[in-house]
């Protein structure tokens, strides 16, 4: 049973920095393809970033390009998002995800196979 747990988020002012972890329960972590979606009252759920099995390749929206951050660590099984300059527009639910299988359509959430219960990161302006 895979399990992916989120924590880090909470209430900031904006220009503030936040760091998201999401831990896994994943035997073999290191071999999928991890992501950070996120999703705002109303709105649909929306790619921020993603990063490949190898931890060498990553791809960010471009609303949060030079902001935000992936990284993960493999013997952790811990994968993070370190969120800086924050915006109010950065307010909504942030949900980590999880793939066996690469797949260039990285911004799809149908291209995950788990995702945790998402953590609450709101801007203040």
């Known amino acids: 049973q895979v399990q992916l747990v989120e924590s880090g988020g909470g209430l900031v002012q904006a220009g503030g920095s936040l760091r998201l972890s999401c831990a896994a329960s994943i035997r073999t972590f290191s071999r999928y393809s991890m992501g950070w979606f996120r999703q705002a009252p109303g709105k649909e759920r929306e790619f921020v970033a993603a990063?490949?099995?190898?931890?060498?390749?990553?791809f960010y929206a471009d609303s949060v390009k030079g902001r935000f951050t992936i990284s993960r660590g493999n013997a952790e099984n811990t994968v993070y998002l370190q969120m800086n300059s924050l915006k109010p527009e950065d307010t909504a639910v942030y949900y980590c995800?999880?793939?066996?299988?690469?797949?260039?359509?990285?911004?799809?959430?149908?291209?995950?196979?788990?995702w945790g219960q998402g953590t609450q990161v709101t801007v203040s302006s």
């Open positions: 995800t999880g793939s066996r299988y690469y797949s260039s359509a990285y911004s799809s959430t149908a291209s995950y196979d788990y």
């Open positions: 990063i490949r099995w190898g931890g060498g390749t990553t």
